[in-house]
């Protein structure tokens, strides 16, 4: 792929669009051993080795994070009054990036952040019907009962029921905790089968997105970028 030094150098997190530009057209830049004073040079990212600073930079079209998301964070790419999944991600990090999908700002668990549109339109696009299974606490009894009724498919008040899902009881008290895998991702779907059936969630975790699994060493808040493993299971 052949893009512009200073998009290279900016998508690599070297800085702002113009701050690469100031340093490149001051002398921080090289091409395969050659001074480049021109933003507008064209590099081939499969080829060309840069240096900027004198360190060399490599480029990588696609990044892929997996994020533990913490409560209290919304999932946007910017917002003017709250703090977003975004902010979290610490590295410096390229302009592009965006959150796959949404968890509630009181949802906690696997949110995985990239620049890959189309991985993100396939994990997401309603036809796929990606697996995303959930950890959650319910106030209320779930029973046999609930199992059945969601995997029939519950009617939570949209023109159509929700797609069947398969429940998991871990335990059945006053809280129960539950896993449960759904095949779709409607607006606050998991809070709203649930209170269809009578359950409020309390707490809710993602805990997987199609292949792709919550690394339970990863603090809410904290990030990784996905392995290599991980991306070609995903792709
Ligand atoms: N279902 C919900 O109700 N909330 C989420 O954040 C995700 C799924």
Redesign the pocket.
Known sequence: MKIRLDKYLADMGCGTRSQVKRGITKGSAEVNGVKVTKPEEKIDTERDTVLFNGMTVGYAEFEYYMLNKPAGVV?ATEDRRERTVLDLIGEKRRKDLFPVG???K??EGLLLITNDGELAHRLLSPKKHVD?T?YARVAGRITEEHKKIFAAGVDIGDEKPALPAELRILSSEEISEVELT?HE?????????FHAVGGE?LY?K?TSMGSLRLDECLEPGQYRRLTEDEIRALC
Do not use: A, C, E, P
Request: aromatic share 10%; glycine share 4%.
């Open positions: 999932s949404r968890l509630d009181d949802t995303k959930y759904i991702g409607r607006f606050h779907q998991v809070k709203r089968m969630v809710l993602r």
